[in-house]
């Protein structure tokens, strides 16, 4: 089996492994990031009618999709996003928990399309491991 969850994040709520900030403004971001990824898990495990936990073992893909503009950029920086996410998905019920035993990843990496202007995206692939 295998899901993509897409979560959008405003600019203004993006913080990447080289910002520099106050904490609290750390925490704001990546408290929207958690939220999100939480309601958009919970409406997708919903509508599916998915079990909990869907995954036994999941290997995690991150697509980063980036604003339109010429600044170059390292999908691996995401991570202080993407971590809240997984964080969320387990909250949510995809996996017991966010341990080397029931999930592998986060890969990441650039994703193929840019993100509307004045937005990122975090685009997770979750895929069952058999072994």
């Known amino acids: 089996m295998s899901l993509t969850i897409t979560v959008k994040i405003p600019n ?3 913080f990447s492994q080289n910002s520099r900030g106050h904490w609290a403004v750390k925490k704001r ?3 929207a990031a958690y939220n999100r990824a939480y309601v958009i898990g919970r409406a997708e495990k919903n509508v599916r009618g998915l079990p909990t936990p869907v995954f036994r073992k999941c290997h995690v893909t991150a697509y980063i999709a980036y ?3 010429a600044r170059r950029y390292d999908p691996g920086n ?3 996003m993407t971590k809240p996410m997984i964080d969320a998905l387990t909250e949510a019920g995809y996996w017991v928990d966010d341990d080397s035993e029931h999930l592998i990843g986060p890969d990441f990496r ?3 399309h840019k993100a509307e202007k ?6 997770l ?3 069952e491991v058999t072994r």
């Open 67 to 69: 604003p339109p503009n």
């Open 125 to 127: 692939e979750l895929e």
């Open 29 to 31: 971001c990546t408290d």
């Open 78 to 80: 995401a991570a202080t």
């Open 12 to 14: 203004t709520y993006w």
């Open 118 to 123: 004045g937005w990122h995206e975090i685009i």
């Open 110 to 112: 650039k994703a193929d």
